[in-house]
T-cell receptor
């Protein structure tokens, strides 16, 4: 079945370490997104990509980096520069045209120790 | 100010009750989405609307473009409907989304 796969589901990191969250989709979608979810807040956009080899900063991009070398893959790196990285991270992709439905992965919960 | 406002924030209902969750938005949109998030965290899309009304099983979603308002209704609610329901709008200036903070629904048997 088509969908989005995020890994790992849970991740623990020591302060000062970079970590990379994986997001893979087999839906043939061009647009992909990374969101951060904190308790009591709506999803906040970190980065998005409309097409391979192109991506744009979202509202809270500082301390994060992404790449889009393949259509199906959009990994997110949480760098040591991110001051408060403990959060739930969601990857999404958007269908095009009449099937413009949002698809989400199961999420990755990052805890900084 | 949030571009998308949802109400109520929290809702507790008895099994079988009719439930309404409201969403108002302040930006121009190409579509509005209703999403469901279960305690495990994954989010699924329930509806995508650009006009009128859609129905899927016991769920009904409506949108009034002129009033910039949408409602999600659940008929004959069931404990398995307990989840967070999120309203999101796709801006008509590009493929950017704005999200409400969610409505946490608990249905008691």
């Amino acid at each position: 079945d088509g969908g989005i796969t995020q890994s790992p589901k849970y991740l623990f990191r020591k302060e000062g370490q970079n970590v990379t969250l994986s997001c893979e989709q087999n839906l043939n979608h061009d647009a992909m997104y990374w969101y951060r979810q904190d308790p009591g807040q709506g999803l906040r956009l970190i980065y998005y990509s409309q097409i391979v080899n192109d991506f744009q900063k979202g509202d809270i991009a500082e301390g994060y980096s992404v790449s889009r070398e393949k259509k199906e893959s959009f990994p997110l790196t949480v760098t040591s520069a991110q001051k408060n990285p403990t959060a739930f991270y969601l990857c999404a992709s958007l269908g095009t045209g009449r099937s413009g439905e949002l698809f989400f992965g199961e999420g990755s919960r990052l805890t900084v120790l | 100010k949030n571009e998308v406002e949802q109400s109520p924030q929290n809702l507790t209902a008895q099994e079988g009750e009719f439930i309404t969750i409201n969403c108002s938005y302040s930006v121009g949109i190409s579509a509005l989405h209703w999403l469901q998030q279960h305690p495990g965290g994954g989010i699924v899309s329930l509806f995508m609307l650009s006009s009128g009304k859609k129905k899927h099983g016991r769920l009904i979603a409506t949108i009034n473009i002129q009033e910039k308002h949408s409602s999600l209704h659940i008929t004959a609610s069931h404990p398995r409907d307990s989840a967070v329901y999120i309203c999101a709008v796709n801006s008509n200036t590009g493929n950017q989304f704005y999200f409400g903070t969610g409505t946490s629904l608990t249905v008691i048997p």
